[in-house]
């Protein structure tokens, strides 16, 4: 049973640019949300997605924006990306409705250096 | 505004004693407290979790405490064994059906041989 993967591992962008990451849920689940984790801080939440449409948000600039897809998959786009947009990005997916929706699955990360 | 605080950046114990974790939180709304824990280069991992209608919940060698009125819950480890040294998060949320986390700052743990 593949748990929630995440692609690219590491990732170098400059100021300015546009970066998408993505993210495949634990199977059988429905709901994907994305953290960021800055160096020595916890995961802060970014927005999740349910029923391909966005269904919470933090705070976060419009800058975030992300999509999910039929198959529950989903992507983080930053764009106009800033030195402090560097950090950790976390994907964790969950089955909504259910007893154990908060204890929510992550994948590894992805590791996003903005230079 | 840190509405969930872990005070402890680190904490050493010795093999075999017990790891004591804790957790301040200053949102009276949050009904629902989790602990995960986190190796480096891997996301973290569900451990324990506590409703707001409860004062203790246990699984295994991990125990959670909550006290409403001080808002502050703790995560007790005994006995604490080398594979438990990581990072732990303490996390909140708001009303069921609500998966948004609001997660500390961590805490590393060290078990000492």
């Known amino acids: 049973d593949a748990g929630v993967t995440q692609s690219p591992t590491h990732l170098i962008k400059t100021r300015g640019q546009q970066v998408t990451l993505r993210c495949s849920p634990k199977?059988?689940?429905?709901?994907v949300s994305w953290y960021q984790q800055a160096l020595g801080q916890g995961p802060q939440f970014i927005f999740q997605?349910?029923?391909?449409?966005?269904?919470q948000r933090g705070n976060f600039p419009d800058r975030f924006s992300g999509h999910q897809f039929p198959n529950y998959s989903s992507e983080l786009n930053v764009n106009a990306l800033l030195l402090g947009d560097s950090a950790l990005y976390l994907c964790?997916?969950?089955?909504?409705?259910?007893?154990?929706?908060?204890?929510?699955?992550f994948g590894p990360g992805t590791r996003l250096t903005v230079t | 505004d840190q509405q969930v605080k872990q005070n402890s950046p680190s904490l050493s114990v010795q093999e075999g004693r017990i790891s004591i974790l804790n957790c301040d939180y200053t949102?009276?709304?949050?009904?629902?407290f989790l602990w995960y824990k986190k190796y480096p280069a891997e996301g973290p991992t569900f451990l324990i979790s506590i409703s707001s209608i409860k004062d203790k919940n246990e699984d295994g060698r991990f125990t959670v405490f909550l006290n409403k009125s001080a808002k502050h819950l703790s995560l007790h480890i005994v006995p604490s064994q080398p594979g438990d040294s990581a990072v732990y998060f303490c996390a909140a949320t708001i009303n069921f059906g609500n998966e948004k986390l609001t997660f500390g700052t961590g805490t590393r743990l060290t078990i000492i041989p």
């Open positions: 964790a997916s969950s089955l909504v409705g259910t007893a154990w929706a908060y204890e929510q699955y």
């Open positions: 997605y349910y029923e391909e449409e966005e269904r």
């Open positions: 199977s059988g689940h429905d709901t």
């Open positions: 949102n009276s709304m949050f009904d629902y």
